[in-house]
């Protein structure tokens, strides 16, 4: 596979741009079974053609880009309208099994992750246990080389057609928190897993309850020590919030300029209050790119993500909600018609946009527990009487 790592940023630009006018798949089917398989057969594309993982090690099936060159493909991929990957869970557990897996579990694991052979989802929140994550409850009993989980995940992205787990279960006594958590890679074709759909606001079934009932799990199959998962889930959530959203800044860049178009064609383009809110979506848009950046080189040098993780994840929530917002308002009565209204014909996207960014604000952290996260850790503010941020989904 060609090492692109010591390209010039035109060159890349230039190799990238025949490759995807080459290969570009087309537009995505709207049937979610053929929807996913043509997801898959699109990053199994980019894998096999070493156009994965700009970011990632060679060594496990990554390009290893320099950071200014990664920005340069996520800006190519999104002016050529790529199909995006099944899930973004790749770039959530990928760093996670590199920086606490060992070495077998990375072989294991990241080339199939990285080309989508596997999928995976991400099994952290419970009933009751949500922002008050080291509450959970899932148990995880030694018995010889294995571990037998029981118990209840729920919001599960993707879990009804995933392959692995990335699981948070309770190893420690019962009230011994974050000190008694220990991270296991769960298969979910093992015997004692159901997924149960759940359909959201957008008519999609996004995520799954999980049922886990004696589920056999190796040792071998444990990320990092014993009653030592919490250190590897606190470096997940700083992924999901931040790494995870990079590609998303440069995605947001067209779609930023499409909202100028729509707002054209709506005969509002001139209008000072449409013109207002166009320009801070321009300027957020901007915003959210740079710190993308900002935290992808903090992570490339070596460190993670930490309380930078809740400014972004906060800042890219209340961002597409707010462009999505300005979207539907735009298509004045239009804004109230059913996604799939012919009559909206290919507008119908902002509205479904608008629907599924609703849970901006609350998947990866809400919004609220962001901010306390803000306060406490980057302002050094004092929390008043809210409940101790280390007991919550704080990234620290
Ligand atoms: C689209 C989507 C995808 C998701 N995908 C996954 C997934 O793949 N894997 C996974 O494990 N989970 C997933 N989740 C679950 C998500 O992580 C939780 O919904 C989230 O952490 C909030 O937990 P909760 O729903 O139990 O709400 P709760 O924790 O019960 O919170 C309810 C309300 O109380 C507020 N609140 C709670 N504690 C505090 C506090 N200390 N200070 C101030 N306010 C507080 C919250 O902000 C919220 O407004 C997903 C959720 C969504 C919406």
């Known amino acids: 596979m060609s090492d692109r790592s010591a390209l010039t940023a035109d060159q890349l630009a230039a190799e990238l741009q025949a490759f995807l006018a080459a290969h570009h798949p087309g537009r995505m089917p709207r049937d979610p079974a053929e ?15 070493g156009w994965s993982g700009p970011g990632w090690p060679q060594r496990w099936g990554g390009m290893g880009l320099p950071l200014p060159l990664q920005a340069v493909y996520h800006r190519e991929m999104a002016l050529a309208r790529v199909p995006v ?17 060992t070495d077998e579990q990375r072989e294991r694991w990241i080339p199939p992750l990285l080309r989508y052979d596997e999928l995976w989802c991400q099994g952290f ?7 008050d994550l080291t509450s ?10 294995s571990y037998r ?10 879990a009804a057609f995933a392959d692995w787990m990335l699981c948070l279960t309770r190893t420690g006594p019962a009230g011994s928190g974050a000190a008694g958590i220990t991270c296991l890679a769960v298969d ?7 997924a149960a759909k759940l359909r959201d606001m957008t008519g999609g079934a996004h995520f799954a309850e999980v049922e886990l009932d004696d589920v056999v799990v190796p040792v071998a199959h444990r990320i990092g020590a014993e009653n030592e998962g919490w250190t590897a889930a606190r470096a997940t959530m700083g992924y999901e919030r931040s790494t995870s959203l990079s590609a998303a800044g440069m995605r947001y860049q067209r779609v930023t300029r499409d909202l100028l178009e729509l707002a054209r064609r709506r005969g509002l383009a001139d209008d000072p209050y449409v013109r207002d809110r166009l320009a801070q979506v321009v300027t957020g848009a901007r915003l959210l790119e740079w710190s993308g950046q900002r935290v992808l080189a903090r992570v490339l040098e070596g460190g993670e993500p930490g309380p930078l993780a809740s400014v972004i994840r906060l800042q890219h929530g209340t961002f597409e909600q707010g462009l999505h917002e300005l979207a539907v ?7 109230q018609l059913d996604p799939a209204d012919p009559a909206l014909e290919r507008d119908g996207a902002w509205l479904r946009g608008f629907l599924r960014t609703r849970a901006s604000t609350i998947g990866a952290g809400t919004s609220e527990i962001q901010r306390t996260t803000i306060a406490d850790k980057v302002l050094g503010l004092p929390v008043g009487s809210a409940p101790p941020i280390k007991s919550t989904r704080s990234s620290r």
């Open 35 to 49: 929807r996913l398989a043509f997801q898959k057969a699109w990053q199994v594309t980019l894998f096999d053609n």
């Open 149 to 158: 989980v029981t118990g209840r995940k729920v919001w599960i992205s993707s």
């Open 136 to 145: 959970l409850r899932t148990r995880a009993v030694p018995d010889g080389d």
């Open 188 to 194: 979910m074709h093992a015997p004692g897993v159901r």
């Open 329 to 335: 308002d735009l298509l004045g009565p239009h804004g």
């Open 85 to 101: 990957p099944p899930n973004n869970i790749a770039t959530i557990v990928g760093p996670t099994i590199l920086a606490r897996g």
């Open 125 to 131: 929140s419970e009933p009751d246990a949500g922002s």
